[in-house]
């Protein structure tokens, strides 16, 4: 059974950062590539950032590129997302996912039925 387990969602005000994480079980962690996705009230969930299995590529909407940060640690199969210069525009449920495919590299062109396995979402509130 696959568990994707996010955690360090919360209040923030404007300017600041907060890192999220995401702890994953049942999944051959280490050969597939994870993302990040968020969906804000009355709208789609878009792609935020990827990591490759291997964390070899990484990739990021152009509206967090240069604030946020993927990165992945197979051994302790957990990935996360530093996010840095929070805007109240990223207030949003914040959503791991992991790649339906192995062994694939990541691009931001990915969407949503390009993961099986979803975390249950992290609330990350901005303040201005």
């Known amino acids: 059974q696959v568990q994707l387990v996010e955690s360090g969602g919360g209040l923030v005000q404007a300017g600041g950062s907060l890192r999220l994480s995401c702890a994953a079980s049942g999944v051959l962690f280490s050969s597939v590539g994870m993302a990040w996705f968020r969906q804000a009230p009355g709208k789609e969930r878009v792609f935020v950032a990827c990591v490759s299995w291997n964390g070899g590529t990484t990739d990021y909407a152009d509206s967090v590129k240069g604030r946020f940060t993927i990165s992945r640690d197979n051994p302790k199969n957990t990935v996360y997302l530093q996010m840095s210069s929070l805007i109240p525009e990223d207030t949003a449920v914040y959503y791991c996912?992991?790649?339906?495919?192995?062994?694939?590299?990541?691009?931001?062109?990915?969407?949503?039925?390009?993961?099986?396995?979803w975390g249950q979402g992290t609330q990350v509130t901005v303040s201005s």
């Open positions: 996912a992991a790649d339906r495919r192995l062994l694939r590299a990541c691009s931001r062109s990915f969407t949503v039925s390009d993961f099986g396995f």
